[in-house]
């Protein structure tokens, strides 16, 4: 197989009258560098717009939900159940996959990414108007979780739309580059959550007991319109348009995936479980954990998903571009092992107290290597599944990892802290124990997703258009 050399791009700054186009990866046909812009822009600013929302719950989750809706529970019960809500949305998403698969790959990428965008920021909008448990009693848990529910609809097509909309738009040798862009827009989504935080909520009990907690929701609104405008000016992928010609579509891509991309699916689920994992972890429980269990104050939680998001902003396109230059398997691998190297060191340190350094920690942990991941897994995974049922795979693979990692994770780290405490119930301090514990669960997580890279095989630069899964080439035993 002939590879071509990654070249750096600037996909914003693109001449128009220049193709952007390579054979091997569109069988010839020119991609105008205008559309692979415009693809660009679309996928990665919507994703930065979609997941400002979602980023936005998340904070919500770990700092301010559970006395606004959760308030006759005890503390750890309150995050319990405050992160239940949050695994909800993770849950559900493989539901959304399932639905919005099943149309990306009969109607089109274009048509489920413009639906996303508006089911999550209407969602969001009117998590902003809810009533708390003071004004509606238990009402307004049950609508918390409705609206949450959702949101993890359209969370569950959101990313694996956008990877497949552009890996299938850009040219070989590049592919790893280009994919990753939609990952870089989620960093700036939760950077622009973690920054209205800042503004916002610099208080999280101050804050509870006024209406400016609404405010951040309240602004999807503004993400309906130019999500919305965004996407319905995007081109169809080529690789949609060429099956859609050639009359190759298929009608039950959940049938055709579940018959013959068993072990493609297993394969993308394991690839997951430390990048799902680990960035719930480090998003979520461990802002809740140095907030609620070591005591930092002010807005530290916020300040830390900041550093975290500017640290994964560098790091999600520069892991694409390694991953062109080395191969997607040994790139995924490395930052796999990087995670795993670092999760004792990073949840003792967590247990310190120290704010710079609890800061710095976790914007190496995961801004470098969960988000290395993320950005490797961005070409990868669309990769791996064919053509006919590409939308469908990626979707059940990513959001049936989402619900058994990523959405459980936090609250499996409540539970522990939890347990930790009610084993010790003489001792203040006793929560800060459960460090270790947390971080032997992620290392757990990890460990099974460089299991999967030695069970899998390269996918760089192989032909999109091959109805056949990567894993049809090379079969290793799983």
């Known amino acids: 197989m002939t590879t071509t050399t990654p070249t750096t791009v600037n996909p914003l700054a693109l ?68 992160f239940g809500t949050y695994f909800l949305g993770f849950a559900i998403r493989p539901l959304g996959g399932i639905l919005f698969g099943l149309l990306g790959d009969r109607l089109g990428r274009k048509f489920v990414l413009s639906a996303t965008v508006l089911l999550m920021g209407v969602s969001s909008a009117l998590i902003g108007a809810l009533p708390t448990f003071q004004t509606a009693g238990y009402l307004a848990p049950v609508l918390l979780v409705v609206l949450r529910l959702l949101q993890g609809l359209g969370a569950g097509a959101e990313q694996a739309g956008a990877a497949v909309m552009m890996t299938e738009y850009a040219p070989a040798g590049r592919r790893g580059f280009y994919a990753a862009l939609p990952f870089l827009g989620i960093q700036i989504g939760t950077l622009l959550a973690a920054a209205v935080y800042l503004l916002m909520v610099s208080d999280p009990a101050r804050i509870t007991e006024t209406w400016l907690w609404r405010v951040p929701f309240l602004l999807s609104v503004i993400i309906i319109g130019v999500g919305l405008y965004m996407r319905l000016r995007l081109k169809e992928s080529p690789t949609f348009i060429r099956m859609q010609a050639h009359k190759r579509t298929s009608d039950n891509p959940l049938k055709s995936v579940l018959k013959d991309s068993r072990r493609t699916l297993l394969i993308g689920v394991g690839l997951r479980l430390a990048e799902n994992g680990g960035s719930s972890i480090y998003q979520a429980l461990a802002v809740s954990f140095i907030v609620g269990v070591i005591g930092l104050k002010g807005p530290v939680g916020v300040i830390t998903l900041i550093c975290a998001a500017l640290v994964g902003a560098c790091t999600v396109p520069i892991a694409g571009k390694l991953s062109d230059a080395f191969g997607r398997v040994v790139v995924y691998r490395g930052f796999a092992i990087l995670q795993l190297l670092l999760a004792f060191p990073v949840w003792w340190i967590l247990s310190l107290g120290n704010v710079v350094a609890s800061v710095i920690a976790i914007a190496i942990a995961l801004g470098i290597g969960t988000w290395g991941m993320f950005g490797t897994q961005a070409a990868l995974m669309p990769e791996l599944f064919g053509a006919r049922h590409r939308y469908m795979g990626v979707s059940l693979a990513r959001e049936a990892s989402a619900a058994i990692a990523g959405g459980i994770a936090p609250m499996v780290g409540a539970a522990i802290i939890a347990v930790v405490v009610s084993m010790n119930p003489d001792d203040p301090q006793a929560a800060v124990g459960a460090w270790f514990p947390i971080a032997c669960y992620l290392a757990l997580l990890t460990l099974a997703t460089i299991y999967t890279t030695f069970k899998m095989p390269e996918t760089r630069n192989r032909d999109l258009d091959d109805p056949q899964d990567a894993t049809h080439a090379r079969a290793v035993p799983f």
């Open 15 to 82: 001449d128009d009258e220049r193709p952007a186009t390579d054979g091997a990866a569109h069988h010839g046909d020119a991609i105008p560098a205008r559309d692979l812009r415009r693809a660009a822009w679309a996928c990665s600013l919507g994703s930065a717009l979609e997941y400002y929302d979602f980023a936005l719950y998340t904070l919500a989750s770990a700092l301010i939900f559970g006395p606004l809706f959760f308030p006759e529970q005890t503390p750890e019960m309150r995050l319990i159940a405050s």
